[in-house]
């Protein structure tokens, strides 16, 4: 067995081999690279014969022959989840079985009534991803301090759920325990009905002339970004969790409906009379919200504190200005530079830890840069 | 008179003043910066004191005493436009008369009811904003490159709609000419209707537990980005929108409904089974309308290059790699550090003109970075 130098300084012990991960996407060969970068046996299993090659090519494990695995990671798309969940318990009797899947209640459910043994199974959902995908895509520290939740009915062996514990640990990640059905509601609210309200919104563009979309900024490519996402996979995700999207999808289109009809009875009447309560409501409490998602950077409770600067749009100028930032040992977490059209402005933000910030702008300043905080 | 070098190179004449601000908020005091940087005389007025004190003594121009201007731009919120842009129409019975909002039909209708004159008002809109306001957010280059929108309606004198047209190049924006309801129905479709959309969503989160909450990665945080905006000055915008908005959004509502109630059917039947055809048909015209977007910088019509570099997350790493790419004498557009809970990865996107990414690459491969493109 292995041993691993985790975050917090602890040793701890790394989860024991073999693994066969099935399905070797970037999710899969993500979990297997940083198993081998653990020291743990990888197998490595997927029916599209070049993702498994690319998989093994990269160092993510040998092809699966016939080495009988303690722990199984399926990390196959949701249609395939729970048939491939059953399978292999089926297979491999004693092993622990987990999969990656975003959507946990549903998919658990179905591979139990195919024939998954309850005592082995405990659902996983790393929370990690990209925006391209495959093996190629794939990093040994995709998963390094991303939440990992897992989902335990109550009906699993305590070894199983501790054997997942560790594969979690092992790939540096934080696990964190939910109910499946409060998971599901989870990621409907924060990740697949948005998914479809970014989706829909950009539907519309379709049609419009080119004239309009234009004159589109940055509002709007925030908004639709993850428009851009893989639609195949998306309507599996969806179909796994219709219920809680359904929803969460009805609870935004009747506050919708509650502003188009406040706006289209103004229309009518005289136009600075209309009362448009009912959508300043809307608009206050779309502030409140947005202010409780984590740190605009993913982080858990926790807001990087900005340091804006100017500099000027040349070569070079933006090196002057790390090494600056380098040279006060200031980590940066984060960069933004403003942006117009056609051209970046001057303007960066640096993000650094909060009790950075002083420091940075004494530093910047006395290096004569234009900090504008 | 001044003349100023353009863009493009050619020296063109600056617009004649004095000019008169009203209105010195952010954009207000930016496009005051901006001509006075052309060396054009600027007067001020702003009903709020500290405001225009804080614009003068930025060096944006003179309070307004007994001079006559030229050209009277207006750059006050909405509600107060159609009443100001009368006002001054008749103070200022020869100067021609402008102005910023974001609505262009309803507060020209209604500037000329309160009694504007036709033949001198000529609408104008800057594509430009920041996520800050107030005179001491506002930067002299806030304009430059930037869209600067028109809506003659024909009954303009054209020395008044040239005159405008000189202001915006004194600016160093780019005029476009649009029909007023045709702007309305565009910047309803690409930025009211989203802002509406983004604050609804971000809106259900108000009463949501944390626990879900905590979970929310980059994608929630894009789709709600804007729905931390100002919500007086997005009443007031929505208000003098509210026809085209209130269309765009029953566009929204109605392929929202039958997303959602296509999910809802599948609750109940078996959830594998499930026909998802018409959510799918939204997902792929969601890709192809988000594709229509102009480039992601806001850039109409390019997407820069993106050159992925990985570097070790600790201080001075990142000023090495700006360093590396400025000895290449490689202008970098943008910079973003992919992120993950708790802590950037090392992943760092560098975009660049397309036409450098080859040498980039190759220049970065050569001083040792680890590319991944």
Redesign the interface.
Known sequence: MNEQHSVDGQRRQAVDGPVLIVGTGLIGTSVALSLRRAGVEVVLDDTNVSALQEAVYRGAGSALADQQPALVVVAVPP?AA?QILAETSQRFTDATITDTTSVKG?ILD?AIVLGADPHRLVGGHP????EVSGPAAA?A?LL????W?ITPSGHEGEDHVARVRRLVDTCGA?VTE?DAA?HD???A???H??????????????D?P????????????????????N??L??QI???N??P??G??????G???V???T??A??SAA??E?D?AP??A?????????????G??????MRYAVVPVMVE???????????A???????????R???????????VDLFVRADSQAALIEGLEQAGFDVRA
């Open positions: 249609d729970a549903h179905q929370m990690a991803g990209r990093r520290d390094d301090d991303r939440l939740i934080t939910m409060e509601a989870a990621v609210l924060v990740s009905a948005p998914q479809m309200l970014a989706s829909t919104l950009a539907s519309v563009l379709v419009e080119a004239e309009r979309l234009a004159i589109a900024g940055q509002g709007m490519a925030d908004t639709t970004r993850i428009a851009a996402s639609a195949d998306w309507v969806l179909r796994a219709a219920g999207v359904s969460v999808l009805q609870q935004v289109i506050r919708l409906q502003a188009a009809d706006l289209a103004g229309t136009g600075t209309l448009l959508v300043a809307i608009l206050e409490q779309g502030r409140e919200g947005q202010s409780r998602l984590p605009k950077h993913g982080t858990i409770g749009d040349k070569p070079g100028e933006l090196a002057r200005l790390f090494v930032a380098g040279d006060l040992d200031i980590n940066l977490e984060d960069v530079i403003e942006h117009v059209l056609g051209r970046p402005s001057g303007l």
